[in-house]
């Protein structure tokens, strides 16, 4: 039953319902909690509950209710978090923790916690540096690796960390560059790496204003991060792409 309620919330949200999908995602959230509750130490039990609080999340922002929205991207942070203590060898678990830092971090921006959110990014670019050694070959990985460290080079340089901020720029063009050469049909890579050029040129202030940043680092729909820190291409969390049930797998 929660799967049921689970689709037509994502029914709802594709043809623009409201109110019948905010219920859809509520009853299914609470269908997911019954089933933790049950198997509380089941990593996929963990993994559907978290993910069902990333829609409560993601309809208490669309209704304004920002506290309620926090608490229940920390809650799901958590959830991932134990997941990833059972399973630390899979790559997904440490993808949606890291997915749910970056959207924590961005939270902290808007809430002006600028030490708070480098402290989540650097958190998240840990773990992707993590995956990338598992999977050397994958140009997501490396992707994921070069665009973490944009964020974290962003706000280094607006806590302070000038020279490390500095530094992830320069790694960051590397990989891009990387990127370029082994996967030349890469459409972002480019623009990337001009970026990531652009961005690491000293400008006196020592400052870089994630919001200000133009372009595709513009907050995309349901993605709930902040303006000037998209999620991961190829680990974006949204209606169409985000991780299903287990039972629909």
């Given at each position: 039953m929660g799967i049921f309620y689970y689709w037509?919330?994502?029914r709802g949200e594709s043809i623009g319902g409201?109110?019948?999908?905010?219920?859809?995602?509520?009853?299914?959230?609470?269908?997911?909690?019954?089933?933790?509750?049950?198997?509380?130490?089941?990593?996929?039990?963990?993994?559907?509950?978290?993910?069902?609080?990333?829609?409560?999340?993601?309809?208490?922002?669309?209704?304004?209710?920002?506290?309620?929205?926090?608490?229940?991207?920390?809650?799901?942070?958590?959830?991932?978090?134990?997941?990833?203590?059972?399973?630390?060898?899979?790559?997904?678990?440490?993808?949606?923790?890291?997915?749910?830092?970056?959207?924590?971090?961005?939270?902290?921006?808007?809430?002006?916690?600028?030490?708070?959110?480098?402290?989540?990014?650097?958190?998240?670019?840990?773990?992707?540096?993590?995956?990338?050694?598992?999977?050397?070959?994958?140009?997501?990985?490396?992707?994921?690796?070069?665009?973490?460290?944009?964020?974290?080079?962003?706000?280094?340089?607006?806590?302070?960390?000038?020279?490390?901020?500095?530094?992830?720029?320069?790694?960051?063009?590397?990989?891009?560059?990387?990127?370029?050469?082994?996967?030349?049909?890469?459409?972002?890579?480019?623009?990337?790496?001009?970026?990531?050029?652009?961005?690491?040129?000293?400008?006196?202030?020592?400052?870089?204003r994630c919001q200000a940043r133009p372009g595709?680092?513009?907050?995309?729909?349901?993605?709930?991060?902040?303006?000037?820190?998209?999620?991961?291409?190829?680990?974006?969390?949204?209606?169409?792409?985000?991780?299903?049930?287990?039972?629909?797998?």
């Amino acid at each position: 039953m929660g799967i049921f309620y689970y689709w037509v919330g994502l029914r709802g949200e594709s043809i623009g319902g409201s109110q019948d999908l905010t219920e859809a995602y509520q009853r299914s959230f609470e269908l997911f909690k019954r089933v933790h509750q049950q198997r509380p130490e089941s990593p996929q039990a963990m993994a559907d509950l978290a993910n069902s609080l990333w829609l409560v999340a993601h309809m208490a922002e669309t209704a304004g209710d920002t506290q309620r929205a926090q608490d229940a991207c920390e809650q799901s942070l958590r959830l991932y978090q134990r997941r990833l203590k059972q399973i630390p060898e899979i790559a997904d678990a440490q993808n949606d923790v890291a997915l749910q830092l970056i959207i924590l971090g961005g939270r902290a921006l808007d809430a002006g916690d600028a030490q708070g959110a480098y402290v989540a990014y650097r958190e998240s670019l840990e773990l992707y540096r993590g995956v990338l050694q598992q999977s050397t070959a994958d140009p997501g990985a490396e992707e994921n690796v070069a665009l973490g460290l944009q964020r974290f080079g962003d706000t280094s340089m607006i806590v302070g960390e000038l020279r490390g901020g500095l530094a992830a720029f320069q790694e960051g063009a590397e990989r891009f560059r990387r990127i370029l050469a082994q996967w030349p049909e890469s459409e972002d890579a480019l623009p990337d790496l001009a970026q990531c050029l652009e961005l690491r040129r000293p400008r006196g202030d020592g400052q870089r204003r994630c919001q200000a940043r133009p372009g595709r680092l513009q907050r995309e729909p349901l993605t709930l991060s902040h303006p000037g820190t998209a999620a991961p291409r190829e680990h974006r969390r949204t209606v169409e792409a985000r991780p299903q049930p287990s039972t629909l797998r």
